[in-house]
């Protein structure tokens, strides 16, 4: 399938649902690897008082037979900027979403969500145990204090 925003001019989806991500074939089908996205600057909006809540998102997965395409995933993360959900629905929805439509082998996500009421949130999801030899490195965000 044509990826709908590679190489063109594409407009800020209006909510996580309206975003479309596009996958292209994984150009190493044979290999096993990881593949990184950060988003150190990820925002939501708490459901209850519409204020704005603040992640530092990674996400880690081994391929299946496609890859995300990143520009269209940076555009579905920044559609959450007016969206309101809790941070584990937004953490797991965003896991779930990935793993449903792009299959890949495994994927986790961390949202290292900032304070709120003083206290962070931290929520974590995988889709099941990494394949064997897959080398998965630390996510390197480091526990609270003023990140």
Known sequence: MEPKHLGKQSALP??????????????????????????PEFTSLCPITGQPDFAHLVIDYAPGETIVESKSLKLFLSAFRNHGAFHEDVTVGIGKRLTGEMKPQWLRIGGYWYPRGGMPIDVFWQSGSPPGGLWIPDQGVPAYRGR
């Open 14 to 39: 209006s909510s996580p649902d309206e975003a479309v991500l596009d996958y292209v074939p994984n150009p190493r089908p044979d290999e096993l690897y990881l593949v990184r996205f950060a988003a």
